[in-house]
């Protein structure tokens, strides 16, 4: 009992969405009011990230490329209602959860997340493309694909949200997502999968011929073999203690997309199921984080490549962050798994 005391105490703090009840346009006061990294010097355009940004024993090719392509999965993820049926407190603790106390009410936040899958049907289907700007979203058109994207269950809790939901890709520059030419957005989710205790949520986009599915298809498949690439320098059955670099691939404060490089101090695995863990770790984040993709060099070699989101900022310890639960091949039998800095 008592060690399940401290993992709790260890793998809780405060969310990192980004609130504004001013609207999406007053984000970048956020951004140059930030109190945890004021500079954001340990945030690197996604367009600036070179080898040079990697600790030298990581500084390989294959690194740099499996952070780039992970870097174009990453979304935007933008909310504007609170669902009724979040819980007053989060699970086994008295904690109030996120936005409790809003619930049923109109407010705007910002998470992050990542594209996990594209499935494309094998015959057209009638539907509605998710497509912000597609002249397919507002009537009845061929559907090719749904998109899964997963992002923190405290980002987007249930359908009623995901109805409410935005995911913006290739927002890479500025701080204001209207004047970014390159955004590309798909709004009103029709499928949410959570779960509250692992903090992560799997949300289901309808989308046309005409937003190229088979693009973002091939997005998923270049990061995939870059990373079988990488894991074959770096497997998880190494017995080296040093291998712990974590990066994550953010929007911090909602403005644009930038990558963020540290180690993973601690790192839990779940009693009744090995390959499932949480993360501690040093990797710059800020409000607007919740829900991007960890990414823990070597960690992992079944798909998804990546599948921990990150969940918030360490109470024990402001100078440290952690993830929700994600898959993992790692070493059995052992519930904690310390790593050196």
């Given at each position: 009992m008592l060690c399940i005391f401290v993992l709790l105490f260890l793998f809780s703090g405060s969310h990192e969405c980004q609130v504004s009840f001013r609207g999406e346009g007053c984000l970048f006061k956020d951004y140059t009011l930030c109190e945890k990294n004021p500079d954001h010097k340990d945030f690197i355009p996604v367009d600036k990230f070179t080898i040079d940004c990697l600790p030298l024993r990581y500084q390989e090719s294959h690194v740099v490329q499996c952070v780039q392509s992970l870097g174009k999965l990453v979304v935007l993820v933008t909310v504007t209602h609170i669902s009724s049926n979040r819980p007053l407190f989060d699970i086994n603790t008295n904690r109030p959860y996120p936005f409790a106390e809003y619930k049923g009410a109109d407010v705007m936040r910002a998470g992050s997340g990542w594209l996990r899958?594209?499935?494309?049907?094998?015959?057209?289907?009638?539907?509605?493309?998710?497509?912000?700007?597609?002249?397919?979203?507002?009537?009845?058109?061929?559907?090719?694909?749904?998109?899964?994207?997963?992002?923190?269950?405290?980002?987007?809790?249930?359908?009623?949200?995901?109805?409410?939901?935005?995911?913006?890709?290739?927002?890479?520059?500025?701080?204001?997502?209207?004047?970014?030419?390159?955004?590309?957005?798909?709004?009103?989710?029709?499928?949410?999968?959570?779960?509250?205790?692992?903090?992560?949520?799997?949300?289901?986009?309808?989308?046309c011929d005409k937003c190229?599915?088979?693009?973002?298809?091939?997005?998923?498949?270049?990061?995939?073999?870059?990373?079988?690439?990488?894991?074959?320098?770096?497997?998880?059955?190494?017995?080296?203690?040093?291998?712990?670099?974590?990066?994550?691939?953010?929007?911090?404060?909602?403005?644009?997309?930038?990558?963020?490089?540290?180690?993973?101090?601690?790192?839990?695995?779940?009693?009744?199921?090995?390959?499932?863990?949480?993360?501690?770790?040093?990797?710059?984040?800020?409000t607007g984080s919740s829900g991007a993709p960890v990414f823990i060099l070597g960690k992992s070699r079944r798909w998804p490549w990546c599948s921990h989101p990150h969940a918030g900022n360490c109470e024990h310890d402001k100078t440290l962050n952690y993830s929700g639960v994600g898959s993992n091949d790692g070493h059995t039998g052992r519930v904690v798994q310390k790593s050196s800095i």
């Open positions: 899958k594209v499935h494309i049907y094998g015959t057209l289907q009638n539907g509605s493309c998710s497509g912000k700007d597609c002249s397919f979203s507002t009537v009845p058109s061929a559907l090719k694909a749904e998109f899964t994207i997963r992002t923190a269950a405290h980002v987007v809790f249930d359908v009623d949200e995901a109805r409410h939901t935005e995911c913006t890709f290739f927002y890479n520059d500025g701080l204001d997502v209207e004047y970014c030419p390159t955004a590309l957005t798909f709004s009103g989710a029709i499928r949410a999968v959570s779960d509250i205790q692992g903090d992560w949520c799997d949300l289901t986009f309808l989308v190229h599915p088979e693009m973002f298809a091939k997005l998923i498949e270049d990061n995939r073999e870059l990373h079988e690439k990488v894991w074959s320098n770096y497997p998880p059955d190494s017995t080296d203690d040093h291998l712990n670099l974590a990066v994550i691939v953010s929007h911090p404060h909602g403005c644009s997309k930038k990558i963020s490089v540290g180690r993973f101090r601690l790192r839990e695995e779940l009693k009744m199921h090995d390959h499932f863990t949480h993360y501690i770790y040093t990797t710059a984040t800020c």
